[in-house]
Each structure stands twice: as structure tokens, then as C-alpha cells.
């Protein structure tokens, strides 16, 4: 029996998921039995994280990666769906070599099936 908890809802219900079953008890309401159960057989996340963005040089940043001194700006990213805990690794190596160039509107897809996976990479905030 595993022991896991809930993370579908704020209110974190204490599962037990058995191993040969996959049947869930402690859960509070149907989600919980599906999120315990999909947990133990292919466990899945959103992965959210930031991409450096390009920026000219006459605005002081250089290219967005060392600038001079200067912070280089960041934009939100997050995958569109969840994606295999096992690829959030190569998700989150395929972030860091990414930089953006403005402008980027919110829900733009940044990687499509980023790492492999069904999901794709989207911006969550808007660039001018
Ligand atoms: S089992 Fe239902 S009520 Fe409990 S944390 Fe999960 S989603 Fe929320």
C-alpha cells in the first residue's frame, strides 16, 4: 500500500493506493480516486518555469544573457497539459537553452511537444 497525498485540490487528502489494484482509499471525492490511481501508473505534472528573452542591445541588456551586468528579463512558461514526471528533466533542459525574442502573446506555444511529449510549451504573460 502507498501512501500518497492529494494535490488535485487544496484540501490534500492522506490516499492509500494499493500496488496490484491501483484502488485508492482516504480520498474525498472521485478526483482523488483518478489522481491516486494515475499516480502509481503514470504520474504526471504541469512543469511551469521561466525562458530568458532576447532583448536588443540598445536597451541596455545585451542579448538577454550575461547583458552586461544586467539581469537578463524572464518570461513565465508552463506546459499546456501534464507531461510524465520522468521527462520534466529533459522539459526543463529544453527551457533553459530557449531564449525568446518579443513580441510573445500569452498562450503562444514556445516548443511544441516539448521533450518529446504530447504537450507543448506555451508563454503565460504577453511581450510587447
Ligand atoms: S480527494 Fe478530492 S477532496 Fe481530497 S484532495 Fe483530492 S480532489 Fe481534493
Redesign the pocket.
Known sequence: MKEII?I??P???HLKVDEETFAVTG???P??AV?GANELRNPVRVVTSTVVVKTSPDKGRGTGEAGGGVAPRRLPVKTDRPIPKGKMFEVMDEIARLRVQPPVKVGDILIPNVAGTDGNLVATKSLP
Open positions: 492529494c488535485t485540490c484540501k490534500g487528502c480520498n474525498s471525492c478526483r482523488g489522481y
